[in-house]
């Protein structure tokens, strides 16, 4: 008999695999990400395929395999059908199961992102607001927290160059460094660069670090300063390699 054994699971991506199988891409609670084979999920009268779509969050009995890892069984545990019933949603959830499955590697655990994601994903699902700016808000202190976690941490309460205190003055964030650098060190003629960053971008910015998603989404800020936040998280998660 075949050893199994069971997983909750967020479906990060789907391929056909073969004549009628399916190829998940998953990120489990249990064992991070994972790849895993549906028996005849291509095939209409499925009943694997529904629970295997991306964003959901599914209970699965798995066989283990040679190659691949097969779904025995496969129950819904949330759909998330408020994501897929608005283009918004869906667009900023791929977002983030994308910046999750490039983070990863197969067989990567990392529980406080699998938290993450789940309480990203059921807040998307639940809001009822439809400003980009709140989206964008959202989605950056989502990137924020979960490169955090994988150890990209940035500092922000110590100059990165002459590791004095960071004051409530005129700083710069070197996204390439990964954290501050007050006025008095920046110099790009001393090879030292960044972005102009305001005193109260660095309080969102580590207030995100310290609560929760929900706490963030219940913040209101003008879209000045979402749009603020926004730049510099976008820019210092993709100078991440």
Do not use: W
Not at 54 to 63: A, D, G, L, Q
């Amino acid at each position: 008999m075949n050893e199994t054994y069971n997983i909750s699971a967020v479906v990060i991506a789907r391929r056909p695999y073969r004549e009628s199988d399916v190829l998940a891409t998953l990120f489990s609670r249990q064992y991070g990400k994972m790849e895993l084979v549906a028996r005849g999920a291509k095939k209409m009268s499925s009943r694997l395929a529904s629970h295997l779509e991306p964003f959901n969050i599914s209970e699965i009995m798995v066989i283990k395999g040679k190659k691949f890892d097969y779904a025995g069984s496969i129950s819904g545990v949330n759909c998330h059908f408020g994501v897929k019933s608005s283009l918004l949603k869906t667009v900023y959830a791929g977002k983030a199961i994308s910046a999750v499955d490039k983070a990863l590697s197969n067989g990567q655990r990392e529980l406080a992102v699998f938290i993450l994601l789940e309480e990203y994903l059921g807040l998307l699902d639940g809001l009822a607001l439809y400003y980009k700016s709140i989206y964008d808000l959202l989605h950056h202190a989502f990137l924020l927290k979960l490169f955090s976690f994988l150890g990209y941490k940035p500092e922000l309460n110590h100059c990165l160059a002459c590791g004095n205190e960071i004051l409530p003055a005129c700083n710069f964030f070197d996204a390439v460094k990964g954290g501050l650098i007050c006025a008095s060190c920046f110099s790009p003629s001393n090879r030292t660069s960044g972005i102009r960053i305001s005193p109260d971008c660095v309080k969102i910015i580590r207030y995100s670090l310290a609560r929760d998603l929900r706490a963030v989404n219940r913040l209101k800020l003008d879209n000045r300063l979402i749009k603020e936040y926004a730049n510099i998280i976008g820019t210092f998660t993709r100078s991440i390699p």
